[in-house]
């Protein structure tokens, strides 16, 4: 198992520069008054696919050589990482097919097609995803970029927090969602490095926390078919990913599903601006545990805004 170093986030962030977004950080008067914290938001939902994986994505296309390349890229996805790999190989001109569960948001599948990814459809199951996508991958021979347990993706997630910290000229804590644990792995990989004061915290689901499970019980826990709204975070931590959580996460903390949704709601209204339900996963552990992040200043990664507009958690 190959441990992405600093070095490789730094060249991913060189590597990858001309195809992503050096995404704005946001603040709201309202929502510090409301934590008792200083919060700092980077949206990530304003990169051109709308979800940090473009970073990840972006630095793995880019990395192959030309031989490699010709066969393109392959990946299974709930949809974020689909839809940024599909960018990625359509910027560079080669073929990317991904195996997405029938139940991800059609907005995504939407995104995936418009950037010419060819969909095959599955169960909305950890196993059928893998058992489809080991399917599709002999077919085509395109080399496999994980959503989240490969070095590459990693090296480019982390270039998030580097851009984040020289933004804000610091944090205490920085927080992200997680699901697979690509986002926390790069930021982990970054901070370590870069501002080992800086504690990291996830934020997950209570009804998706196998990480948080995970990360009290000291070894990797998954579950196959976890529900929640924040259809983002459906997937298990991986071996790499763990080395990560294992060893640089300072917490983990949950949030029900209404919390979620009213911290989507707080930050739709307040910053103004569209973002997943995944993405509101910290904001809501926040306003769950305010003594805790009272005084500090608070980075928080948004992590995509890909939204299906007529199935808002809270219009069902």
């Known amino acids: 198992m190959y441990i992405p170093t600093y070095q490789d986030m730094l060249d991913a962030h060189a590597r990858i520069e001309p195809y992503i977004q050096r995404t704005p950080v946001r603040t709201s008067d309202y929502l510090n008054e409301l934590t008792g914290a200083q919060l700092f938001f980077k949206c990530e939902n304003f990169q051109t696919p709308g979800a940090?994986?473009?970073?990840?994505?972006?630095?793995?296309?880019?990395?192959?050589?030309?031989?490699?390349?010709?066969?393109?890229?392959?990946?299974?996805?709930?949809?974020?990482?689909?839809?940024?790999?599909?960018?990625?190989?359509?910027?560079?001109?080669?073929?990317?097919?991904?195996?997405?569960?029938?139940?991800?948001?059609?907005?995504?599948?939407?995104?995936?097609?418009?950037?010419?990814?060819?969909?095959?459809?599955?169960?909305?199951?950890?196993?059928?995803?893998?058992?489809?996508?080991?399917?599709?991958?002999?077919?085509?021979?395109?080399?496999?970029?994980?959503?989240?347990?490969?070095?590459?993706?990693?090296?480019?997630?982390?270039?998030?927090?580097?851009?984040?910290?020289?933004?804000?000229?610091?944090?205490?804590?920085?927080?992200?969602?997680?699901?697979?644990?690509?986002?926390?792995?790069?930021?982990?990989?970054?901070?370590?490095?870069?501002?080992?004061?800086?504690?990291?915290?996830?934020?997950?689901?209570?009804?998706?926390?196998?990480?948080?499970?995970?990360?009290?019980?000291?070894?990797?826990?998954?579950?196959d078919a976890p529900k929640t709204i924040a259809d983002g975070l459906l997937v298990p931590l991986k071996d790499l990913t763990w080395h990560f959580v294992s060893n640089h996460v300072t917490d983990i903390l949950t949030a029900s599903e209404e919390e979620i949704i009213d911290a989507m709601k707080l930050t739709w209204k307040h910053l103004r601006i569209v973002m997943e339900a995944s993405s509101s996963v910290p904001l809501a552990t926040i306003l769950k545990n305010k003594d805790r992040f009272a005084g500090k200043r608070v980075g928080i990664i948004i992590t995509g805004g890909n939204v299906d507009l007529d199935l808002l958690p809270w219009l069902k």
């Open 52 to 223: 940090f994986k473009v970073r990840g994505a972006s630095n793995a296309v880019f990395g192959l050589d030309d031989e490699q390349a010709k066969m393109g890229v392959a990946t299974h996805s709930s949809g974020n990482h689909a839809s940024c790999l599909s960018y990625a190989a359509s910027r560079r001109g080669i073929p990317c097919n991904v195996v997405m569960p029938r139940t991800a948001p059609q907005a995504k599948k939407d995104t995936v097609r418009r950037y010419g990814g060819v969909i095959t459809e599955c169960e909305p199951s950890t196993s059928s995803r893998e058992e489809t996508f080991a399917k599709v991958q002999a077919e085509t021979g395109g080399d496999f970029v994980h959503p989240y347990n490969d070095p590459r993706v990693i090296a480019g997630q982390g270039t998030c927090a580097r851009e984040f910290m020289e933004q804000t000229d610091g944090l205490d804590i920085v927080m992200a969602p997680i699901g697979g644990g690509g986002m926390i792995s790069g930021t982990c990989l970054t901070l370590s490095n870069q501002a080992p004061e800086t504690q990291i915290i996830a934020a997950e689901p209570e009804q998706a926390d196998d990480a948080y499970r995970s990360f009290k019980a000291g070894h990797i826990i998954a579950d």
